[in-house]
């Protein structure tokens, strides 16, 4: 850990307004990659607004925004590609007067990258204070903090309140006591302070704070989180999730406590960005946002009272429970146009053995009638889990191919990686079968692409070699989209049409394909 001088800031300084940088790295993925989710950094801006509002001045360096058309090959890593800019043009465009330099890292996969790139920003500001925050910070703080020595601290948990609390006691010389933040001493010693509780009035934090010109890299782009259109706007309507699925790491990050917003709060929002960005569309990031029916249906008979004439989408994976069909009909009718849906698994071994609590009889009852609704619906399924068997992975792979025939038009599978922060990570640990090294982090990088499938990532199945997963998996996913295109012939057209206008895409596939066809390839590696 680089000590701070106790005469870093002048009198000025102290308790007064400080620069605040706010920086993501650029999206790192195998070479080739279609499943690249360049979206907007929700997360940061959220931050960004919490800190805008308690006086201090911020600024979101995005390295993946700053060059969304462009990807560059890994030079320490061949294999491997960034979408944006190399890090030392984003160390570059981290603002000289910055006090405080914030680093987001969500996933794992990404933390060789950052790693290197909070070197070399420490190399830069020698003085400022470097700050961590995200899952991967929170589920490996101890070993973030060695194996990064640049770094200083680490934000635990639901960053807004607790980052500001930091920044506050830093600038008034001692932050050693703050809740919610783990650091080194100058003697090595780990200081881990505990985590804050939730933020339980989630309607008295601030909206994102989205700089000028941010939002509009990704549209002019056709950047987007799941489906596109002209205009996507990201969008939270709760925080965290009341389930604890082994293989999830947001109980670690938000616990399981669950937090809807006010109905009132969030409308507001959406009519904010209609009237200011003329969006089009708007996308749920949530991790689950409807549990309950009572708020499902009152938060659609509002926009449909509002008429505001846009579209909508639920891109990452959603329950069944409250999907009925009183509640679908009303989804399509107020402007849903995408939905996923997360059984993960087509076996009910694997089922409870990773703690999902779902029925697939209700499940695919739920998925039958948006089909029919005319909803464009997506199932995410995980095979290779420790645990399976070749018979559960079967079971998996023909759950798929059912939910196809029935009209499912996406159906993708993943292969598990053991996350840090999942139970299933902790108990590999302990037994021994995942070592914390920059080679396991970059396996965690998804491999899709130039049928990279012949050079698959580790696995931490025993009973099916890692070939024979990606193999299955790639598979399966072509026989799938051949079902549906086979059985659908207007979705051919209608993909064609997407394709080539660019102007929107009504799968995840369609937005992929746009984004491979339209990026740059970068002679330069990054490094």
Not at 366 to 392: M, Q
Not at 487 to 512: A, D, F, K, M, W
Request: contains cysteine; charged residues 25%.
């Amino acid at each position: 850990m680089v000590k701070i001088p106790d005469n870093h800031f002048n009198g000025s300084k102290l308790a007064g307004k400080l620069n605040v940088a706010l920086v993501r790295a650029p999206l790192i993925s195998r070479e080739g990659s279609l499943n690249n989710e360049a979206s907007p950094a929700i997360g940061l801006a959220y931050i960004a607004g919490y800190l805008l509002k308690k006086g201090h001045n911020v600024e979101i360096v995005d390295g993946t925004a700053a060059d969304l058309g462009t990807v560059r090959p890994l030079k320490e890593y061949p294999g491997f590609q960034i979408q944006g800019i190399d890090l030392d043009e984003l160390v570059e465009l981290i603002p000289a007067d910055a006090d405080v330099i914030g680093f987001s890292s969500m996933f794992s996969c990404e933390w060789v990258l950052l790693k290197d790139l909070i070197t070399r920003v420490r190399n830069r500001f020698p003085h400022q204070l470097l700050v961590g925050g995200g899952e991967h910070f929170t589920a490996l703080s101890e070993y973030s903090l060695r194996d990064c020595p640049a770094l200083d601290v680490i934000v635990k948990g639901e960053g807004e309140h607790t980052l500001f609390e930091l920044i506050e006691a830093w600038s008034a010389g001692d932050h050693s006591e703050v809740g919610g933040i783990c650091y080194l001493d100058a003697d090595g010693k780990l200081h881990d302070n505990g985590g804050l509780p939730r933020i339980r009035e989630i309607d008295s934090i601030p909206w994102p704070h989205w700089p000028e010109g941010y939002l509009e890299r990704f549209w002019e782009a056709g950047k987007s989180y799941g489906i596109s259109s002209e205009r996507d706007m990201p969008m939270l309507g709760s925080r965290g999730c009341p389930y604890k699925c082994k293989f999830c790491s947001s109980p670690q990050m938000w616990t399981t406590s669950y937090v809807l917003r006010d109905i009132d709060d969030l409308i507001a929002e959406i009519k904010h960005y209609r009237e200011k960005y003329q969006i089009t569309s708007f996308q749920f990031y949530d991790l689950t946002v409807f549990t309950k029916k009572s708020w499902t249906l009152e938060f659609c008979r509002r926009l449909k009272q509002e008429d505001l004439q846009l579209a909508w989408s639920l891109p990452s994976g959603t329950r069944s429970e409250v999907l009925d069909e009183e509640v679908l009909t009303l989804l399509r009718d107020t402007g849903c146009r995408y939905m996923a849906y997360a059984p993960e698994s087509g076996s009910p071994r694997s089922l409870k053995m990773i703690d999902k609590k779902v029925d697939l009889g209700r499940m695919i009852a739920s998925l039958k009638v948006a089909v029919r609704l005319g909803l464009i619906v997506r199932t995410n399924l995980i095979i290779g889990f420790p645990h399976e068997t070749r018979g559960d992975v079967l079971r998996t792979l023909w759950f798929g191919l059912r939910m196809a025939a029935l009209g499912v038009e996406e159906v993708p599978f993943f292969i598990f990686s053991s996350y840090p922060g999942t139970d299933i990570f902790k108990q590999l640990q302990s037994e021994g079968k995942v070592s914390l090294n920059d080679a396991y982090f970059m396996s965690l990088v998804s491999f899709n692409g130039k049928f990279n499938f012949l050079k698959p990532q580790g696995t931490s199945n025993p009973n099916m070699t890692n070939f024979e997963l990606a193999a299955v998996r790639v598979s399966f996913m072509l026989l799938n989209y051949f079902v549906g295109y086979a059985t659908h012939p207007s979705r051919v057209l209608r993909t064609i049409r997407n394709l080539i206008s660019g102007e929107q895409s009504s799968t995840v596939l369609e937005n992929r394909l746009q984004d491979a066809l339209g990026r740059k390839r970068h002679p330069v590696s990054a490094g």
